[in-house]
C-alpha cells in the first residue's frame, strides 16, 4: 500500500534528524581525536621527545681539572698531569686472555692489575671498558699503538692524574689525593654523582682533604647515543664542567725545602711564622714521605716500612703532636704574674737546687742551684725553682688563661690534618676529665710546661709570635684562591702591659745573647739580627729519688724512646720581629744543644731570604757551617736533575 505524501514527508523528516544526529557524533569525535593529535604532537612534544631520547641517549659526567696548588711566589706544589691508561672492551677483543696476554709481552702488567681486571670484566657487561693499566708513560702508550692491529679492543687514553713535584717536602702540608673509595662514600649523606666516576681521585689528607670542596671544582657532561642494549653508538655533544679553584700558600718553598733538610733524619719539627701577617712560612715535619707514591697506589711492603718506624713519618708533627713544652713555658707563667702585679724585674727568689712543696721536693735542672734569682736570670739560665715559687703565687687559674691567650691550649683553624688542641689545664679541667681535685704541686709541674701541658710545635710558634709583637697573631695558610687575597692573620693588640712584655722578651734576648744564656752558643751575631730565643728540655719519663742519689742517667745512655724532647723557641730581629721560629726534636735529649742550633740556622735562612753569609754564625761555627751549606746545595742540585721532581 502506498505511503501518502504526508506519511512520507514525516518519515523523510525522522531519516534527517537521525542522519544529522549520527553525522554530529561523528563530527564530534573526529574533532575530539583531532584535539587529542594536537595536543601529543603539540603541546606534548618536547615532553614526548625527552621520553624517545631517554630510550637512546644517556648523560655522562665528565671529571673537571682540578685546582692546582702553589706557594707564595708561584712555585708548583700540586699539579695535574697527562696520565695515560690502557683500557680494553671484552666484547671487541673475542679472546680476552690471548689479548691480555700479548699486551704484557709490550708494557708490564701487574699481576694484582691483571687480577682486577679480570674481576671487573666478569662482574660487568662485555661492552663496557675495562682499565687494563694507568699511570703509563709515553713510551708504553707508544708500543700499544703501534701494535694496535694486532690487540683487538686495546684501546690507549689520557686523563689528569695529581702531580707533587716537591716530593717529600710538602707531604705534611698538601697532602695526596687517591681513587674514592667505599669508605669515602659512606661518610657522606649524600654523596656528589662525580664521586662515582671510575678512578676519580679526592683528597685523603692533608690541604688536598681540607679544602676538598674548592679544589675538586664540578664535573661536566657528555650526551652519548646507546642502543637497546646500551652499547655507546656516537657522542652526541659534551659540556666541560668548571676547574676547581687555583689555590696559593703562605709557604715559601725554598725556606721549607732548607728546614726540612735541616731536621734532616731526625724526629723532629720546626715552624716559621710571619710576625707582620701571621703568614706560616715553613711547616716541616720529619722524617716524611713522597705523596705520588699514594696517588700511584702505594704497595704494602712501602706502606709497612712507613708505618712501621718508630718515627713515625706519615704523622704530621707540626701540628698533630703534642709535647710538654718544657722551658719554653716559663714565659707564660713569668707574664702571668707580671701581669697580676705579683713581681718585679728586681724581685728575686732564692734557688737551692730544690724546693719543698706538700712534703714532696721539685727538683731545680742544676743540682747545686742558681742562688739568688730575677726574672732576667731565671730566663737566661732558665731556673726552675723561681717558676715553681712564682706559679704557687699566681695559681693555675691565671696561667692557664695566659696560656690561652698566647695562643696555647686553643685548636688553631688552619686546613691541615689533625690539628691539635694541645693543653693548658686548670682546675675546672681536672675535674671535669680527671674526676679528681687540683693540687698545688700539679701549678709547680705546670709552671715549667711539664705535668698535664700540651703544645704542639705550632702553638709554640703562635706563643712566640704574640710575645714578639704583643698582638693576637693567627696563624695564615692559604695565601689566595683563584688569586683573591684571602684575610691576614695580623690581628690586633692583646691588651698586655707593654712593659712587662718587654722584661719578659728581654729575658729572651739574654738567653741567646748573654755569655750565660742556654742559647748563647746558637746566636746570631750580624748586626741588626739578634735574636731572643727561649731553649727547653721536657721529660718523657720519671726519675726516681734512687736515680737522683746515684747520678741521673744521661739523655745518650737511655734508649731513643726515653729521652727527652728537645724545644727551642725564637723571634728575630729583636728590635723590629720579622719572624717567630719553633723546634722541637724528639728525644733528641738538650733543647739548647740540639734544638737552637737548628732554630738559629732556620731563623737565618728567613731572614736573609737564602743562603745567608757566613759572618752572621759565630767564628767557632763557620766551618760547620760552611760544609752544612755545601752539603745542602749538593743535595739540591742533585735533585733538581732528577726529572721525577722536577719543580716547573
Given at each position: 500500500?502506498?505511503?501518502?505524501p ?32 594536537r ?22 659526567l ?9 706557594d ?19 666484547e ?7 689479548v ?18 679480570r ?28 701494535n694496535?692491529?694486532a ?9 689528569l ?37 671510575p678512578?676519580?681521585?679526592i ?6 682533604a ?10 661536566g ?57 701571621g ?65 718585679g ?30 726574672l732576667?736570670?731565671?730566663?737566661k ?10 706559679a ?85 695558610l ?69 736515680e737522683?742519689a ?41 733543647g ?13 735562612q ?43
Amino acid at each position: 500500500m502506498r505511503r501518502s505524501p504526508k506519511d512520507q514527508e514525516g518519515a523523510h523528516r525522522k531519516l534527517s534528524r537521525r542522519a544529522l544526529l549520527l553525522g554530529g557524533m561523528q563530527l564530534g569525535l573526529v574533532g575530539a581525536l583531532a584535539a587529542r593529535m594536537r595536543y601529543l604532537q603539540i603541546d606534548q612534544a618536547d615532553q614526548f621527545r625527552l621520553l624517545a631520547e631517554e630510550n637512546r641517549i644517556n648523560i655522562r659526567l665528565l671529571a673537571p681539572a682540578r685546582g692546582e696548588i702553589f706557594d707564595r711566589n708561584g712555585r708548583v706544589l700540586a699539579h695535574n698531569s697527562p696520565s695515560y691508561r690502557i683500557i680494553i672492551v671484552p666484547e671487541d677483543a673475542g679472546d680476552v686472555e690471548q689479548v691480555i696476554g700479548k699486551l704484557s709481552e709490550l708494557i708490564p702488567l701487574p699481576p694484582e692489575d691483571i687480577e682486577r681486571a679480570r674481576t671487573e670484566i666478569r662482574r660487568g657487561r662485555p661492552f663496557l671498558p675495562i682499565t687494563l693499566a694507568d699511570q703509563l708513560n709515553w713510551e708504553d702508550i707508544s708500543k700499544v699503538a703501534v701494535n694496535a692491529p694486532a690487540l683487538p679492543g686495546i684501546t690507549p687514553e689520557v686523563g689528569l692524574t695529581r702531580i707533587y713535584p716537591q716530593l717529600d717536602d710538602f707531604a705534611h702540608v698538601v697532602g695526596y689525593v687517591g681513587p674514592v673509595s667505599d669508605y669515602d662514600l659512606s661518610k657522606l649523606e649524600a654523596p656528589d654523582p662525580i664521586l662515582r666516576i671510575p678512578r676519580f681521585q679526592i683528597g685523603k689528607v692533608g690541604f688536598e682533604a681540607k679544602r676538598e670542596d674548592i679544589l675538586r671544582g664540578t664535573a661536566g657532561a657528555k650526551r652519548i647515543e646507546v642502543n637497546a642494549g646500551g652499547r655507546v653508538m656516537r657522542e652526541l655533544d659534551r659540556k666541560e664542567g668548571q676547574a676547581g679553584a687555583d689555590m696559593q700558600l703562605a709557604v715559601d718553598t725554598e725556606l721549607q725545602n732548607y728546614a726540612q733538610a735541616r731536621l734532616g733524619k731526625e724526629s723532629a719539627a720546626v715552624v716559621v711564622m710571619d710576625c707582620e701577617n701571621g703568614d706560616l712560612r715553613a711547616i716541616a715535619s720529619a722524617p716524611s714521605f713522597d705523596p705520588n707514591q699514594f696517588v700511584r697506589g702505594i704497595s704494602v711492603a712501602d706502606y709497612r716500612m712507613l708505618t712501621d718506624d718508630p718515627y713515625r713519618p706519615l704523622a704530621n708533627k707540626t701540628v698533630q703532636g703534642t709535647y710538654p713544652p718544657g722551658s719554653t713555658f716559663k714565659m707564660v707563667t713569668s707574664l702571668a704574674a707580671l701581669e697580676e702585679g705579683l713581681i718585679g724585674p728586681e724581685d728575686t727568689v732564692y734557688c737551692p737546687g730544690h724546693l719543698e712543696v706538700s712534703g714532696r721536693r721539685f727538683h731545680c735542672w742544676k743540682r747545686a742551684g742558681h742562688g739568688h734569682v730575677d726574672l732576667n736570670t731565671s730566663l737566661k739560665q732558665s731556673c726552675d725553682v723561681y717558676y715553681y715559687d712564682l706559679a704557687i703565687k699566681v695559681g693555675i687559674d691565671k696561667i692557664s688563661a695566659m696560656a690561652n691567650r698566647l695562643g696555647l691550649g686553643v685548636r688553631h683553624d688552619l686546613p691541615m690534618s689533625a690539628v691539635a688542641s694541645g693543653l693548658a689545664p686548670n682546675r675546672d679541667w681536672k675535674s671535669r676529665v680527671k674526676g679528681q681535685e687540683w693540687l698545688v704541686g700539679d701549678t709547680v709541674n705546670a709552671s715549667i710546661g711539664q705535668g698535664f701541658m700540651l703544645a704542639s710545635p705550632l702553638q709554640l710558634a703562635v706563643m712566640t709570635a704574640r710575645l714578639a709583637t704583643g698582638r693576637d697573631l693567627s696563624p695564615r695558610l692559604i695565601k689566595s684562591i683563584d688569586g683573591i687575597e684571602q684575610p691576614s692573620g695580623a690581628g690586633e693588640s692583646l691588651g698586655l702591659n707593654e712593659n712587662n712584655l718587654r722584661m719578659v722578651r728581654r729575658g729572651m734576648y739574654s738567653v741567646s745573647n748573654d755569655r750565660r744564656g742556654t742559647g748563647y752558643r746558637s746566636r746570631i751575631i750580624a748586626e741588626g739580627m739578634r735574636m731572643g730565643g727561649k731553649s727547653g728540655t721536657s721529660q718523657v719519663r720519671n726519675i726516681t729519688a734512687a736515680e737522683r742519689a746515684a747520678g741521673v742517667i744521661r739523655n745518650k745512655d737511655l734508649p731513643w724512646e726515653r729521652r727527652d724532647h728537645a724545644l727551642y723557641v725564637c723571634f728575630a730581629p729583636f728590635d723590629d720581629p720579622k719572624f717567630a721560629v719553633s723546634v722541637i726534636v724528639e728525644h733528641g735529649g738538650g733543647g739548647s744543644s740540639v734544638a737552637a742550633p737548628i732554630a738559629r740556622d732556620v731563623m737565618l735562612q728567613a731572614l736573609y731570604d737564602g743562603t745567608p753569609p757566613l759572618e752572621a754564625y759565630p767564628k767557632g761555627d763557620r766551618k760547620r757551617i760552611k760544609a752544612q751549606q755545601d752539603r745542602l746545595a749538593r743535595e739540591r742540585a742533585k735533585r733538581a736533575e732528577n726529572p721525577d721532581s722536577d719543580r716547573a
